[in-house]
């Protein structure tokens, strides 16, 4: 019977320290995150203010339009938090 081939085992890689890893995890984008909460935060204020003052706040010519400004700000907060890694 004949004999089968022997296949060759890959080398074997260490995996990284933990040095290597925090390294790597430190060089993400810092600002990402303070960004995206404040957006949030600003859109609900903007919402909440324009609610409780009865239309008279944060800009009165804009009546309704102010809750879409407020949902503008959380909508950028969305997009700003797909760069966060």
């Known amino acids: ?3 089968s081939r022997i296949r060759k085992k ?5 995996p990284p320290t933990a040095k290597q890893q925090s390294i790597r995890l430190n ?3 810092r600002w990402v995150a303070p960004l995206m909460l404040a957006l949030f935060l600003i859109g609900l ?5 324009f609610y409780v003052t009865g ?3 944060p800009i009165e010519s804009l009546h ?6 407020g949902f503008g700000f959380i909508a950028a ?4 938090s797909t760069q966060w890694k």
């Open 45 to 49: 204020a903007w919402i909440v203010i």
């Open 27 to 29: 060089t993400g984008r």
């Open 55 to 57: 239309s008279d706040m």
């Open 77 to 80: 907060g969305f997009v700003v």
């Open 10 to 14: 890959d080398d074997f890689t260490p």
């Open 64 to 69: 309704n339009w102010n809750i879409v400004v």
């Open 1 to 3: 019977m004949p004999k």
